[in-house]
C-alpha cells in the first residue's frame, strides 16, 4: 500500500539521520491544544520559557484538540504526521493508545523526577491512567448557579439540580451521557459506590435517562466548554455543568453573579501524547520539551494562570497566586479538601466499553 | 478531378475522404478539448472523487477481523453460533496464537475498539486479554481454554464469539444496517430495540426541515429578487451589496448573532415584554429547537436563493408586463400569468441550491438546534471525530449522497434539469 511505502521512506531517511549523529534535533515543533485560556497557560508556563532557553526553536500552535483523534488517524493512514505534541483528554489518550497512534513511553525515563527526588512514574501516580499518557493538570466538570436566581437558600447538593421545584429555571447539561448519567443515578437513589454497576445494566440506563427524563424540558443542552459561561452570564440558565477553570473566569475575572457548587464534581485529566511514528529528530526535540515542560516548577506555574490542579504530587505545595489577579489559587482548585468532598473520577474503563453503545440510547431518547 | 467527383466519395483538398478528414479534424478538437480540461479534471479526480470514493468505501469494508485474528476465524468456521456454547479447546488456541503476534504489532485493541460497536465490552477485553497473553507461553501454556475464562469469562460465553464470527468476513452490511436503525441478529438482519432507533427519524427530519427551509428562502427571497431586478442599476448595485453582505461574515458570528436575538433573554423576547406582548415569565422558547434552527439557516441561504432568482428576472423584459396590461390584464393576471412563469427558471435553481446545501448543513444546526433541530450531518460528525466509527459514518454519508442524487434525479423528470438557469 501506498501509505506504507511512504512510512517506509520515511524511516529509513530517518535512520539515515539518525545515524548521522544521534542527538539531532529539528528546531520546529508543532503543539496541539484546546486554544483560548488554557493554551495560553500553557504558552505562558513552558513554551516562552523553553524558547527563552533554546532561542534557535520556533514552537506553532494548532488549535485542533477537539478533533484529535480523527485527525491523527487520518495522518496516520495519510503516513504524515505534521503534529509534535498533541494536548488531550485522558478518553482520548486511552483511544489513540488502543489504535496505535500514541507512542507509548517510560515515566521514568521521559519525564523528570518530581523536585523532591520522587520518580515521576510515583509523583503522577494513577494519572498515568494509559502507556501513552503523560498527565498535565487535573480538572473538573462542576455545576455552576447565578446566585441571583436561587433565592435565599443557594443549592448546595448535586441533587438540586435535579429539583424543579426549588430551583425553577433551565439548566445547561452537556450532550453527552457522560456525567449526567452518573449524577442521574446518584440523585435516584444508587449509592456512589454502586453507580457504574447500575449503569453497566440495560435497567440501569433506563433509570437514569427517566430520571434526567423529569429535568429534559428544562435542560439547554451543551457541546462547547464555552456555551454554559455564556447562558449563565446572560441569564439564560439558573445552573449549567462545565469545566471548573471556565467557571472560574466568569466568577473571578469577568465578576459575574456566579458561583460553585462542588458537590458531585467529576475529575478528569488533560495531558500530552506523542504521536506514534516521529522521525528521529523530531522525537528527540519533543522529549527534550516534554521533560521540561512538565517538571514540577512548570506544572506548578500553569496552575497561576488556570484554575486546573497540577498533574504532580510534588506540585500541589507549590501553588501560588493568580498572575494577574492576585488571589491564593489553592481554593480554586478542584482538588482543594473543601472543594473535593464529594467527588467522582471519570471511569475511563467503563466509558471506554459502554460509550457507543449508552451514547446510542441517550441520543435517541434526546431526540424523543 | 471530375471523374472522381463524380463515382467516388467526396475528397477533401488534400485527396482524403471528406467524411474521414472530417472526423479527423473534430477528433483532433475533442482531444484538444480533452487537453484543456485535464488539469481540472485529474485535479477533481484526485482531490475531491478519490476520497470520497475511499471514505464511502469505509462504509462496507471490514478486514480488520480477518486480519487480526486469521487463525481464529477459520476455526471458528464450524461452530454453531446458535448452541449456545463456547467453542472448543482449538479455537482458543488459535486465539492465543492470533492474540500472541496482534500484541506484538499493537492491533489487538484496534480490534477492540472495532467490536466494541457491536458488542459493548470488547474494548476492555482484548485490552485486557491482551496483557495476559503476552505472558502465556504458546509451547505450554494448554489448554487455553481455562486460561482464557480466568482472564474475562465473557470468554466462555457465546456472546464475543458470534459478534467475531458475524463480522468475520472481508466486507459487511453491518455498517449499512446500523445506519437504517436495523443490525445483525443471529437469524440475519433485524430492527434495532426501540431504545436505541434513531437515524431513519434523523434522515426524515433533514428532508423535512431543509424542504422547509427551502420553502422559507422563496416566500423571502422572491420579492427581493424582484425589486432588484427592476430598480435602476444604481440602486440595485447598493442594495446588493446589502443581500451579500452576510457572505463577507463569518457564518459562526451570524449564527451566534441569531442566538443574542433569539434567546429568552434576548433582543426579540425583552422587546416583546416591553411591550407587554408577552408576559415576564412567559418568555418565548425560539432557540435550541427546529424553529431557531429554520430561521438562523434560512437567514444564512437566502443569498443562494436570491442570486439565481435575480440574474433570471434581469432578463424578463419590463415590456412584457406592460404589454399584458394593455390588453386588459389585472396587475395580479399580467404577473401570474406572464412574468411568474418566466422566473421559475431561477426558482429552481435557487431551490437545489438551498435544499442541496442545507441538507448538509452541520455547524448551525449543531449550535442553535437543540435537541429537536439537530440533522444527519451532526451523527455523521460525530462518528467521524468523536467515536471514531468512520464505517457508520461513511454508510450514513453515502446513504445521504443515494438521497440527495435520487431527489435530484426525480427533481429532473418532473421539473426538467433544462428548465433550471443560474443567470442570462
Known amino acids: 500500500m501506498r501509505p506504507t511505502r511512504i512510512l517506509l521512506a520515511t524511516t529509513s531517511l530517518t535512520l539515515a539521520a539518525g545515524l548521522a549523529s544521534a542527538q539531532d534535533m529539528t528546531n520546529d515543533m508543532t503543539l496541539v491544544s484546546w486554544g483560548g485560556a488554557y493554551q495560553a ?14 532561542p534557535e526553536v520556533t514552537a506553532v500552535w494548532d488549535e ?38 500514541a507512542m507509548e513511553y517510560d515515566p521514568d525515563e521521559l519525564l523528570a523526577p518530581g523536585d523532591d527526588g520522587t520518580p515521576a512514574s510515583e509523583d503522577f501516580g494513577d494519572l498515568i491512567v494509559s502507556e501513552c499518557f503523560i498527565p498535565q493538570i487535573v480538572y473538573s466538570t462542576t455545576f455552576g448557579y447565578r446566585t441571583d436566581l436561587v433565592g435565599d437558600t443557594p443549592p448546595t447538593k448535586i441533587c438540586d439540580v435535579f429539583d424543579l421545584d426549588a430551583y425553577p429555571g433551565k439548566r445547561a447539561l452537556e450532550k453527552r451521557p457522560i456525567n449526567n448519567m452518573e449524577w442521574a443515578l446518584l440523585c435516584d437513589g444508587v449509592a456512589k459506590e454502586e453507580v457504574y454497576d447500575v449503569l453497566a445494566t440495560p435497567e440501569g440506563q433506563e433509570k437514569a435517562l ?28 439558573v445552573m449549567g455543568s462545565t469545566y471548573n477553570g471556565r467557571l472560574f473566569s466568569v466568577i473571578e475575572e469577568q465578576k459575574q453573579p456566579v458561583a460553585m457548587l462542588w458537590d458531585a464534581q467529576v475529575f478528569d485529566l488533560d495531558g500530552w501524547i506523542i504521536p506514534a511514528g516521529l522521525p528521529e529528530d ?14 514540577t516548577q512548570r506544572l506548578a506555574d500553569q496552575a497561576k494562570f488556570i484554575s486546573y490542579g497540577p498533574g504532580r504530587a510534588s506540585s500541589a505545595p507549590l501553588v501560588g497566586q493568580h498572575a494577574e489577579l492576585g488571589i491564593e489559587m489553592a481554593p480554586h482548585m478542584p482538588t482543594d479538601p473543601n472543594n473535593a468532598q464529594n467527588t467522582f473520577l471519570y471511569n475511563y474503563e467503563f466509558w471506554a466499553d459502554y460509550r457507543d ?12 | 478531378m471530375s471523374d472522381q467527383t463524380t463515382s467516388g466519395p467526396v475528397l477533401a483538398a488534400d485527396g482524403t475522404p471528406l467524411k474521414r478528414s472530417l472526423s479527423r479534424a473534430l477528433r483532433r478538437q475533442k482531444m484538444r478539448a480533452l487537453l484543456l480540461i485535464a488539469p481540472l479534471l485529474l485535479f477533481v479526480l484526485i482531490t475531491f472523487i478519490a476520497p470520497i470514493a475511499d471514505m464511502l468505501f469505509r462504509s462496507v469494508e471490514n478486514q480488520i477481523v480477518q486480519e487480526t485474528l486469521p487463525k481464529t476465524v477459520e476455526a471458528l468456521a464450524d461452530w454453531d453460533p446458535n448452541s449456545g456454547q463456547a467453542p472448543d479447546e482449538p479455537v482458543f488456541a488459535a486465539l492465543a496464537a492470533d492474540l500472541k503476534i496482534a500484541v506484538q504489532e499493537k492491533t489487538h485493541t484496534r480490534l477492540g475498539s472495532r467490536l466494541n460497536y457491536e458488542l459493548t465490552g470488547a474494548s476492555s477485553l482484548f485490552r485486557k486479554s491482551g496483557r495476559a497473553v503476552n505472558r502465556m507461553d504458546l509451547e505450554t501454556d494448554a489448554p487455553f481454554k481455562e486460561k482464557f475464562a480466568d482472564i474475562d469469562k465473557n470468554w466462555v460465553e457465546p456472546d464475543i464469539w458470534r459478534t467475531i464470527q458475524t463480522y468475520s468476513p472481508r466486507y459487511t452490511s453491518g455498517y449499512f444496517l446500523n445506519a437504517i436503525d436495523m443490525q445483525k441478529g443471529p437469524d440475519g438482519a433485524e430492527a434495532r430495540p426501540e431504545n436505541q432507533q434513531i437515524y431513519i427519524m434523523l434522515f426524515k427530519r433533514t428532508l423535512f426541515m431543509s424542504l422547509v427551509i427551502t420553502g422559507s428562502c422563496i416566500l423571502l427571497g422572491y420579492p427581493v429578487a424582484w425589486i432588484l431586478a427592476n430598480l435602476p442599476m444604481r440602486t440595485a448595485n447598493l442594495l446588493m451589496i446589502l443581500v451579500l ?94 412574468y411568474f412563469p418566466q422566473s421559475v427558471p431561477g426558482i429552481g435553481a435557487g431551490s437545489i441550491l438551498v435544499f442541496i446545501l442545507s441538507i448538509g448543513y452541520y455547524i448551525t444546526p449543531e449550535i442553535v438546534g437543540g435537541t429537536t433541530g439537530t440533522f444527519i450531518s451532526n451523527r455523521i460528525a460525530y462518528h467521524i471525530s468523536s467515536s471514531l466509527n468512520w464505517g457508520l459514518g461513511a454508510a450514513l454519508g453515502a446513504i445521504l449522497l443515494a438521497v440527495v442524487l435520487l431527489l435530484y434525479y426525480a427533481y429532473d423528470k418532473i421539473v426538467g434539469i433544462d428548465n433550471v438557469k443560474l443567470g442570462g
Open chain 2, 245 to 338: 453582505l452576510p457572505f463577507w461574515t463569518s457564518l459562526l458570528v451570524r449564527t451566534s448573532a441569531w442566538k443574542v436575538m433569539l434567546q429568552q433573554q434576548g433582543v426579540i423576547n425583552d422587546v416583546l415584554v416591553w411591550l407587554g406582548l408577552v408576559a415576564d415569565d412567559a418568555r418565548l422558547v425560539m432557540i435550541n429547537n427546529q424553529f431557531g434552527t429554520i430561521v438562523a439557516m434560512t437567514h444564512i441561504l437566502l443569498p443562494f436563493m436570491i442570486l439565481p432568482m435575480y440574474s433570471v428576472m434581469q432578463t424578463i423584459p419590463p415590456s412584457y408586463l406592460r404589454a399584458a396590461k394593455s390588453l386588459g390584464a389585472t396587475n395580479w393576471t399580467a404577473f401570474w400569468r406572464v
Open chain 1, 41 to 54: 497557560s500553557q504558552q505562558n508556563a513552558y513554551v516562552e520559557p523553553y524558547l527563552a532557553m533554546h
Open chain 1, 357 to 368: 453503545d449508552i451514547d446510542a440510547k441517550f441520543q435517541a431518547w434526546l431526540a424523543k
Open chain 1, 282 to 295: 523530531r522525537l528527540a526535540r519533543v522529549k527534550d520539551f516534554v521533560r521540561f515542560a512538565t517538571d
Open chain 1, 64 to 101: 485542533s484538540s477537539n478533533e484529535a483523534v480523527a485527525k491523527l488517524r487520518a495522518m496516520n493512514e495519510a503516513g504524515n504526521i505534521t503534529w509534535d505534541l498533541v494536548d488531550v483528554v485522558a478518553s482520548d489518550a486511552i483511544r489513540l493508545c488502543d489504535e496505535g497512534l
Open chain 1, 210 to 237: 427517566a430520571k434526567l427524563d423529569t429535568i429534559k424540558d428544562s435542560v439547554i443542552w451543551w457541546s462547547a466548554g464555552a456555551d454554559t459561561p455564556q447562558l449563565l452570564a446572560d441569564g439564560e440558565v
